[in-house]
Nanobody, 119 residues
Framework: QVQLVDSGGGLVQAGGSLRLSCAAS????????IGWYRQAPGKQRELVAMISSGGITNYAESVKDRFTISRDKDKNMVYLQMSSLKTDDTAVYYC?????????????WGQGTQVTVSS
């Protein structure tokens, strides 16, 4: 199992920056992919950015060139550096990870951290 604790959210003005952190514990060596989803009020949860165990990154089109995901395996930390923030980026951001192989793959979520971008 994996436990995820995400933090770093807050209130920021449009155009500003924020860095989210996700601390992973437990079977961290078994993590395949780890990253961030977000959910805005009245909308479905969506992928923001993900990084694989091999360092391959994947971003939502809406955040490319503005957000950067990074991983420190030694510290079991994942970061999401968010720049040029827009009001549309307002959402609860959730750290997410998966371990194991199909059909036994397991998925884990952090508790979420609120990001609010004001105009």
């Amino acid at each position: 199992q994996v436990q995820l604790v995400d933090s770093g959210g807050g209130l920021v003005q449009a155009g500003g920056s924020l860095r989210l952190s996700c601390a992973a514990s437990g079977s961290t060596n078994a993590i395949n992919n780890i990253g961030w989803y977000r959910q805005a009020p009245g909308k479905q949860r969506e992928l923001v950015a993900m990084i694989s165990s091999g360092g391959i990154t994947n971003y939502a089109e809406s955040v490319k060139d503005r957000f950067t995901i990074s991983r420190d395996k030694d510290k079991n930390m994942v970061y999401l550096q968010m720049s040029s923030l827009k009001t549309d980026d307002t959402a609860v951001y959730y750290c997410h990870a998966d371990i194991g192989l199909d059909p036994w793959r397991s998925y884990y979520w952090g508790q979420g951290t609120q990001v609010t971008v004001s105009s």
